[in-house]
């Protein structure tokens, strides 16, 4: 079963039901270890990312990234069609519940050409590597105007074996409300689905924004490798 096949078969209606719960959803692993080991190993090909960073210089964190350049690797590009075009229909629901004018098109290609249009062209899937010792503070990922709301995170490295530490954290910040948090630690392959920006949220006289920012806890031991699959190109 190839990449596209794996992401259709998933119970979309149960990730759907999981996002606007929860405002994250996991999937079952989509990714081979060999896949995930793959995808990990092309961290040192500089050919590979149009730029990398260094989060302690940029005070993100510690630890490093590399945004691929295009073309993007056949995996990462794959990964990227097949989950937004799963994921549209939900932005367009919170959109409209929102009461947001914006309508995200039915495929990526079509989404990609309204960011290129507003100058935003450079690709932004990116390759994260944590040693220990190294994190990532709390973040959200816009790249320009045009912003999709949902994004992925692959987790490439095996929790306890790999790696530890080093935990997913997602923070919610709701109107009036104090702040809160939820760590993840997700099996090797899993991707977690979560808000870009923000969540629709039901309040008393109808839908909230609800702010969402997203991190990593310290790594501990180890080395851990995560795939971002963001959907809008960055200016």
Same mark, same amino acid.
């Given at each position: 079963?190839?990449?596209?096949?794996?992401?259709?078969?998933?119970?979309?209606?149960?990730?759907? &039901?999981?996002?606007?719960?929860?405002?994250?959803?996991?999937?079952?692993?989509?990714? &081979?270890?060999?896949?995930?080991?793959?995808?990990?190993?092309?961290?040192?090909?500089?050919?590979?990312?149009? *730029?990398?960073?260094?989060?302690?210089?940029?005070?993100?964190?510690?630890?490093?990234?590399? #945004?691929?350049? #295009?073309?993007?690797?056949?995996?990462?590009?794959?990964?990227?069609?097949?989950?937004?075009?799963?994921?549209?229909?939900?932005?367009?629901?919170?959109?409209?519940?929102?009461?947001?004018?914006?309508?995200?098109?039915?495929?990526?290609?079509?989404?990609?050409?309204?960011?290129?249009?507003?100058?935003?062209?450079?690709?932004?899937?990116?390759?994260?590597?944590?040693?220990?010792?190294?994190?990532?503070?709390?973040?959200?990922?816009?790249?320009?105007?045009?912003?999709?709301?949902?994004?992925?995170?692959?987790?490439? *490295?095996?929790?306890?074996?790999?790696?530890?530490?080093?935990?997913?954290?997602?923070?919610?910040?709701?109107?009036?409300?104090?702040?809160?948090?939820?760590?993840?630690?997700?099996?090797?392959?899993?991707?977690?689905?979560?808000?870009?920006?923000?969540?629709?949220?039901?309040?008393?006289?109808? #839908?909230?924004?609800?702010?969402?920012? +997203?991190?990593?806890?310290?790594?501990?031991?180890?080395?851990? +490798?995560?795939?971002?699959?963001?959907?809008?190109?960055?200016?």
């Amino acid at each position: 079963m190839d990449l596209a096949q794996r992401i259709a078969a998933l119970d979309w209606p149960a990730l759907g &039901a999981a996002l606007d719960e929860l405002g994250h959803a996991l999937t079952p692993p989509l990714l &081979a270890p060999e896949e995930c080991r793959a995808l990990a190993a092309l961290f040192g090909d500089d050919a590979r990312f149009r *730029s990398r960073i260094d989060m302690e210089r940029y005070r993100f964190g510690r630890g490093g990234y590399g #945004y691929f350049a #295009y073309p993007l690797p056949q995996i990462v590009a794959a990964l990227r069609a097949a989950l937004y075009a799963r994921l549209a229909p939900v932005a367009n629901a919170w959109a409209e519940r929102l009461r947001e004018a914006q309508h995200y098109p039915a495929g990526l290609d079509a989404f990609l050409e309204g960011c290129h249009a507003r100058g935003q062209t450079r690709p932004t899937p990116l390759l994260l590597r944590y040693g220990p010792g190294d994190y990532n503070r709390l973040h959200q990922d816009r790249y320009g105007a045009v912003a999709f709301p949902l994004q992925a995170t692959v987790f490439l *490295s095996r929790k306890d074996e790999d790696f530890a530490g080093g935990e997913f954290l997602l923070v919610e910040q709701r109107p009036r409300e104090q702040s809160r948090g939820t760590a993840l630690a997700p099996e090797q392959g899993q991707a977690l689905i979560f808000p870009t920006q923000y969540r629709p949220v039901q309040g008393k006289r109808g #839908y909230l924004r609800a702010g969402m920012r +997203h991190g990593v806890s310290t790594v501990t031991c180890g080395t851990r +490798h995560t795939l971002g699959v963001i959907f809008h190109d960055a200016e």
